[in-house]
Every structure is written in structure tokens, then in C-alpha cells.
């Protein structure tokens, strides 16, 4: 069936390191997409890649989407105790959106 | 403007009890819906979706069930409650296959 992993499953860092997360999928995807979760809360919506290769920046933020269409990043640069959370990316394949096993972030002041 | 609400927030079930978590969607019509599930530490489960009145897909076996007897409103329910039931249940909407989803703020059950 299909499935969508995210490494790592966590990550601690530094206030001012860099953070990347990695989603792979076992499938060709129509586009992914990259929600975030506040400890306690509920998913919320960042970003929707769909095209090979696309890169989007939200601030520090820096999503990409594989040649393939398989695999995505999202980077973080000189992270915040504000970007504490778990990040997951959800995948479509057909008509549904497959989430990956999220990556939990630890920001250390 | 959209929302959505989903409720109990917190609930804490007996083995065998019954289960009946409501999510409700305001502000638009004919949206897909969706039921997961959250274990601890662990990534979101497709448990149910339904793109219409009456129409509900499920993703994974098991003791739970789904319904949506009204365009926005979308139920999960449970005969029996296990152990294994307990997490965190969210629900979410979305307009079409190529929009963002939206989370409710989710109920945590605990089975005891």
C-alpha cells in the first residue's frame, strides 16, 4: 500500500542551527503538501508543492519537490523556539492525501 | 469563513463502552471529510473520508465506523471501545483534492 516516510522521526537543535526533515514516498505523487504542529494542536497547513523540482521559501522556511516526484524536503534555517512542533508532509496519490510518520522538533534555547 | 468543530476535546471511555466523536463545517458546502488518528508520538492514520451524504471509505480494518448523515457533519463511533482506541482523533475538511486540509482541534481519548 502506500506509504510516505518522513526522516528523521526527531530532531533536536540549537536555537540558530538549521533543520531539514525529509519525506520519501514508495509511490510517484501528484503533490505533496507540508503542515506543521504546535505541541497539543492540531496539523496546520504550510505549504503545497506540485510540480518536478519546485522550490517555494516562506521566510526561513525552504520546501522542494524531487525531479521525481517521490521525495521532498523542507528546510529551516537558524531555527526559532517558535518552529518547535512536528512537521508532516502528506502526499497524493489519486484521490488521497497520504501523511508522512511526521519529524518532531526540539528547539533548545 | 470556514470552520470546523469537533468535540468532545478530551473524553476517557471504559473498555467495551460505546464511542460517538461529531465534527461539524461551517461556511461551505459539499466538502470532503476526514477522520484520523493520532497515537502518541506517531504520524496521522487515515481511518475514514467521505466525499458526499452517505458516502464513507475506510481506510484501515477495524472496530471503529463512520458516518455522515447531514453534507457537514461527519461522525465516528464505536460499539465496543478496545485499549488500542486511544489517541488523539482529528478531523479535517477539504474543499477539493488540490486544497489544503483543515484540522479540527481534535479529541484526545483515553481508554481505561
Not at chain 1, 530532531?11 to 503533490?31: A, K, M, R
Not at chain 2, 452517505?54 to 471503529?64: A, K, M, R, T
Request: glycine share 10%.
Amino acid at each position: 500500500g502506500q506509504q510516505v516516510m518522513q526522516i528523521p522521526q526527531y530532531q533536536h537543535v540549537q536555537e540558530g542551527e538549521d533543520f531539514t526533515t525529509y519525506c520519501n514516498s514508495s509511490t510517484t505523487l501528484s503533490n505533496i503538501q507540508w503542515y506543521k504542529q504546535r505541541p497539543g494542536g492540531h496539523p496546520v497547513f504550510l505549504i503545497q508543492l506540485v510540480k518536478s523540482g519546485e522550490v517555494k521559501k516562506q521566510k526561513r522556511l525552504t520546501f522542494q519537490f524531487g525531479e521525481a516526484k517521490k521525495n521532498s524536503s523542507l528546510h529551516i534555517t537558524a531555527t526559532q523556539t517558535t518552529d518547535v512542533g512536528t512537521y508532516f508532509c502528506a502526499g497524493r496519490t489519486g484521490n488521497q492525501f497520504y501523511f508522512g510518520t511526521g519529524t518532531s522538533l526540539t528547539v533548545i534555547p | 469563513s470556514q470552520t470546523i468543530h469537533q468535540w468532545p476535546a478530551t473524553l476517557v471511555q471504559p473498555v467495551g463502552s460505546p464511542l460517538s466523536l461529531e465534527c461539524t463545517v461551517e461556511g461551505t458546502s459539499n466538502p470532503n471529510l476526514y477522520w484520523y488518528r493520532q497515537a502518541a508520538g506517531r504520524g496521522l492514520q487515515l481511518l475514514f473520508y467521505s466525499v458526499g451524504i452517505g458516502q464513507i471509505s475506510s481506510e484501515v480494518p477495524q472496530n471503529l465506523s463512520a458516518s455522515r448523515p447531514q453534507d457537514r457533519q461527519f461522525i465516528l463511533s464505536s460499539k465496543k471501545l478496545l485499549l488500542s482506541d486511544s489517541g488523539f482523533y482529528l478531523c479535517a475538511w477539504r474543499q477539493g483534492l488540490n486544497t489544503e486540509a483543515f484540522f479540527g482541534q481534535g479529541t484526545r481519548l483515553t481508554v481505561v
